[in-house]
Structure formats: structure tokens, C-alpha cells
């Protein structure tokens, strides 16, 4: 069993939509996706990951369902230090890093601070929903593992967000989002793919191969974005 999950390209969040940048990043995308045997497309509902996928798919001739739990991870927390509603990620690192709950898998949701939102609710909503596709296909959560009916060479592409992606890759390989989403970047329009390592009968466990690929922008002399990255400092507005 092969997923890949793809990022949207290069967003215009205010349109919901797609830069022109991101037009041509879903365009060198698609030629790459093109190239691939798929089993099934799936689609985050958001007008993003809708636009960069209509290429892929369109290049493809074949649809994608559509499911609600693949948009962005949306459950807001309190700022611990404002008070204020944000994303439950981009924590300092002078905080999370000091709190051992957050950095447990079977623990996190439960801190003080996923608390103020419904971060349990919807991270169980998202890995019923992986693992419902999942199921499907023959490969049922058993503890932290999959026990697969027989073995299975699928390939599923997934077209959504870099949170939600980070969310399902920890039910995925038992790791705390927090430690996904602060150490690692997924760039717009990149891929990620997970497989099965399956070297026991009916005993599956997913391994990722690699993380945020852009080699499709690299081959085609197209700068990668770094929307949603911050590498520089940010200044205090005096």
C-alpha cells in the first residue's frame, strides 16, 4: 500500500484559490502525477487543493472524492501567552519543547493547551477518516499497527494541507504532531509518500520515503515557495 499525500500548490489565501505561481507549480505537478499508476484520488473541499488537484486530475481523466476531514486541521486553541484564539501549531519553541505531554502521541491532545480547543475531537475525526480509506482497502488499525487482510500494491494520492498531512502522519507512524509540525516543512505543491512494510503476513506498519519532494519544480527551474515557513526573525513591534 502506497499513499502520497500532496500539499496545494502556492495559495491565495484571501481568494481561496491558487497565486499565479501556484497555477504553474500545479501544472509541473500534474506532469509528474501523470506518470504514476493511481488507484484513487482524494480531495480536501477547500478551493486550494481543489484548484492544484483539477490538473493532476484533468492529465489524468479521473476524479477525486471528496472528503471533509482532509482540509485544514481546524481546531483553534488558546494562546497560552495572549489568550487569543490561534492554530494549534508555529508554538514557541521555549514553550512546547518544556512540556512532555505535548511531545507524546497518546498524550498531547490531552495538554493543558490542545485543551482550550477541540483538538482530540477533530485529530480522531482526521485518523477515522485515514483509517476508514484505509479499511477499505484491507488494512485495519490494530493498537499502533495495521493487520492487513493480504497484501496490497495501491497507490492513493491525497490532495490536501501541510496540518492536516502532519496530523495523519502521526497516526500514522505513532509520532506527536507537534514534533512533525515544528520539524519538518512540506513546501506548496510538494510530496510525500508513505508505504507498507509488510515482512511478517497480515502484520503492516507504514514507512515514509520522502518528505516535502519538489524535484518536479527543480526540474523545471521553478523556484520553490516557502509560504508557510519562517526563517527569519521576527522583530517585536515597537
Known amino acids: 500500500m502506497r499513499l502520497i499525500f500532496i500539499r496545494h500548490a502556492e495559495p491565495d489565501y484571501a481568494k481561496d484559490s491558487l497565486t499565479e505561481k501556484g497555477w504553474r507549480e500545479a501544472g509541473m505537478l500534474a506532469e509528474r502525477v ?37 482540509q485544514e486541521f481546524n481546531a483553534p486553541v488558546l494562546d497560552p501567552e495572549t489568550g487569543k484564539e490561534r492554530l494549534p501549531w508555529d508554538l514557541w519553541p521555549g514553550y512546547w519543547t518544556k512540556v512532555p505531554q505535548l511531545q507524546n502521541v497518546d498524550t498531547f491532545a490531552d495538554s493543558d493547551l490542545m485543551r482550550t480547543g477541540r483538538v482530540k475531537e477533530e485529530y480522531a475525526r482526521v485518523c477515522a477518516g485515514i483509517d476508514g480509506i484505509l479499511k477499505e482497502r484491507g488494512y485495519i488499525r490494530d493498537g499502533k499497527m495495521y493487520r492487513a487482510r493480504q497484501h496490497g500494491e495501491d497507490t492513493l494520492v491525497f490532495f490536501c494541507h501541510m496540518g492536516v498531512t502532519f496530523f495523519i502522519l502521526s497516526h500514522l507512524l505513532n509520532i506527536s504532531p507537534v514534533n512533525l509540525i515544528h520539524g519538518m516543512f512540506l513546501a506548496p505543491s510538494s510530496v510525500t509518500v508513505l508505504t507498507t512494510e509488510e515482512v511478517r503476513p ?14 518536479h519544480l527543480y526540474a523545471a527551474g521553478e523556484p520553490v515557495s516557502h509560504m508557510g515557513y519562517f526563517a527569519e526573525i521576527l522583530k517585536e513591534q515597537r
Open 34 to 70: 501523470s506518470r504514476w499508476k493511481v488507484d484513487a484520488f482524494y480531495c480536501s473541499p477547500l478551493g486550494r487543493a481543489k484548484d492544484t488537484a483539477s490538473l493532476s486530475l484533468e492529465k489524468c481523466s479521473a476524479k477525486a472524492e471528496v472528503f471533509d476531514w482532509l
Open 202 to 215: 497480515k502484520e503492516a506498519y507504514f514507512r515514509c520515503q520522502m518528505v516535502g519532494d519538489t524535484s
